[in-house]
Every structure is written in C-alpha cells, then in structure tokens.
C-alpha cells in the first residue's frame, strides 16, 4: 500500500503528468459528454503550452538553485564527501560497473576531483534502490565507478537503506556520527540542495552545501525560454517537484524551515 501511495504521489507531483492525464480525460469526456469537456482539454492545453514555451521553468527554478552560493572547494580540510543517491541512470546500465552519465549525473561527475583534493576524507554514497527495480544496487555500483577512477576501495562508504532524502539525511548521519566540529560537503543537484540541507540540519548534522549543475545562471536569463520545449518542460516538472517536497518536509516535521538557506 505504501508503495502504491508514493508512486501516486510521484506521478501527481510531475506537472506533465498532469498535463497528459487532463488530456486523455479531456478526450474521454468528449467522447461520452461532448461539449462539456472543452474547458477541461483547454486547461490542458494552456497549462502545456505555458509549460513548453515559457520561462515558467526558469522562474520556479532560479530561486531553488540560486539559494546557496556558488558551489567553491573549501581552503580548509575536510573531513569526508557525501554525494545523494538518484545521481545517475540506474535504469539502463548493462552490468555492475557501467554508469551512464546523463542528466544529473554532475554530482557523481566531481566527486573524483574533489576526493584527490582531499586525500584523507572520507567518502559517503547515500541512496538504496527501490525494490522493484531490477539489477544491481545502485550504491554498489556507485562504488564501483569511484573506484575505478582511483578511489581506494577502503575510503568509500555506502548508505544502501534510504529512499528519500529525509531517509539519506537520518541514515548517513547514523553512519558517520559526526561531531560539532567536524566539516562534511554534501554535493547534490543544486535545485535539490535547499531541501537536502533542510533534511541534513534536521537530523543533526550540519554538513556544507556543494551544489553542481546549474540549470538556471545569470537573472539576464531568467525571462528567456529553454531552446527546447521538452527541456523547458523538465525545468517545470523540477522545480514543482522540489517546491513540493519543502512544503511537505516543513509541513511533516523533516525539516525545521520552510526554504532553508545560507546559516548567518
């Protein structure tokens, strides 16, 4: 039942989603009412054509991306990396140590350079698989792949249990036991940073931000559409997704902040 819930909540939470079942309900109402489906495929319609050729994309994400500053190496050591699961496509990988880096891949992309920047830190993949996907453990793979660009096998821990982020944040920090004084980078997607964080404080540990791959830049682009109107659609689908989830953690006590930012 669980599973069935939060596949629900998944699919309704993707605007384009929505779009797509407003259309085929707009369809079917046709066909049985007539004209009284109208008004719902022309909510739709407007709701895909806002989405698809718009900066509608770029205004919801800007603010989620542009939260934490700019992602720098820190001058000062650092005791360990944690990098979130969900960084790479654990769908089509043809055997244990084959990752494909697509979208979203940049926080498994830099951690090779920040781990020889820091020789001595600690490196930490949070993320199980859900359990009706086949194939190998995403974690598992994860380590693979860093250890096959240098990463000794004996620096690299995996948190294999979490399906959430709340559960990444709880199950690491139970892993690490981290002391006050102790200084840890949590690289993730920058859109995804502000709930990481959110998450991360609530379960006590205090780690530094490292966002990675920016898809919104300079407030010059703010107000100017993806050249493509899929890629304008999945900065939508993104952001409402991420909006979502930091009113849901607020709302159910997984995070301490409505939009969690910078500390002063």
Known sequence: MHSILAQAYYFLSVPSNIIAALAV?????????????????????????????????????????????????????????????????SQSHGHLSSILLEED????SVIPDIARRYPRARIIFSGGTDPSNPGPREAAVA???????????DRISIEDQSLTTKESAQFTAALVHPSPSSRWLLVTSAYHLPLAM?????????????SVGLRTHGADELWRPAKTATDNLRRVDIAVAEWLNLLIYRLSGFSDEWFPGPLT
């Open 105 to 108: 891949t940049e926080p498994m």
């Open 198 to 210: 959110g998450a991360f404080r609530k379960a006590g540990f205090n780690v530094i931000g490292f």
């Open 143 to 153: 380590k693979e792949y860093f250890v096959s660009l240098g990463i000794a096998a």
């Open 25 to 89: 309900l707009g369809l079917v109402m046709t066909v049985c009412l007539g004209r009284s489906a109208v008004s719902v495929a022309a909510v739709a319609l407007v709701t895909l054509v806002a989405a698809t050729l718009s900066p509608a994309g770029n205004i919801l994400l800007f603010p989620l991306e542009h939260r934490f500053p700019t992602a720098r190496i820190p001058s000062q050591e650092i005791d360990g990396i944690i990098v979130l699961g969900r960084s790479y496509d």
